[in-house]
T-cell receptor, first 108, second 113 residues
């Protein structure tokens, strides 16, 4: 079993849709959590850190539930430019563990 | 703002050859990580350095070695290349072991023929 598991995807949604990604992690001692975005053949780029209190950045909302070891990312009013692979990343003692990623395609 | 620089961006080698990949972290970022990402895979951690010392080791083959220099740049040396080494190699950096966020370089695409 992978340490970080994500929805397999792919998600194909129309512009303006709301889409949610889920992620679970196996090690309860994990210390920090992130969502990265990766475009095809490009490097992962930090989208947002994830906190227990939840955090929002424009159309993006991230939530962390430590008790359930669950992380989510909500994208509202999706744009064509949101098309990418979204990586759930969990940090334990400076060891970053990546989920396999969920591919999102936003269509006109 | 300065970003992570990797060179070369693309590299083509033949089996059994050697390759050296370079990473120049963001200024004042003293911790460097190397990742390998195969097609359709998530990044796999290879090795990391903090203040020029190896800090952690992941799934790095014995044929690979790496080091971090006094100016904090890092080099990944790969010998006896195999077809399966073809991948994107990312370098990421952050400030100190306790710093949270890793910033990735653009990657080096290695193709082994």
């Amino acid at each position: 079993r992978k340490e970080v598991e994500q929805d397999p995807g792919p998600f194909n949604v129309p512009e303006g849709a709301t889409v949610a990604f889920n992620c679970t992690y196996s090690n309860s001692a994990s210390q920090s959590f992130f969502w990265y975005r990766q475009d095809c053949r490009k490097e992962p780029k930090l989208l947002m850190s994830v906190y227990s209190s939840g955090n929002e950045d424009g159309r993006f909302t991230a939530q962390l539930n430590r008790a359930s070891q669950y992380i989510s990312l909500l994208i509202r009013d999706s744009k064509l430019s949101d098309s990418a692979t979204y990586l759930c990343v969990v940090n334990l003692n400076n060891d970053m563990r990546f989920g396999a990623g969920t591919r999102l395609t936003v269509k006109p | 703002a300065a970003g992570v620089i990797q060179s070369p961006r693309h590299l083509i080698k033949e089996k059994r050859e050697t390759a050296t990949l370079k990473c120049y972290p963001i200024p004042r970022h003293d911790t460097v990580y190397w990742y390998q990402q195969g097609p359709g895979q998530d990044p796999q951690f290879l090795i990391s350095f903090y203040e020029k010392m190896q800090s952690d080791k992941g799934s790095i083959p014995d044929r690979f070695s790496a080091q971090q220099f006094s100016d904090y740049h890092s080099e990944l040396n790969m010998s006896s290349l195999e077809l399966g080494d073809s991948a994107l190699y990312f370098c990421a950096c952050k400030t100190g072991l306790a710093g949270d966020t890793q910033y990735f370089g653009p990657g080096t695409r290695l193709t082994v023929l």
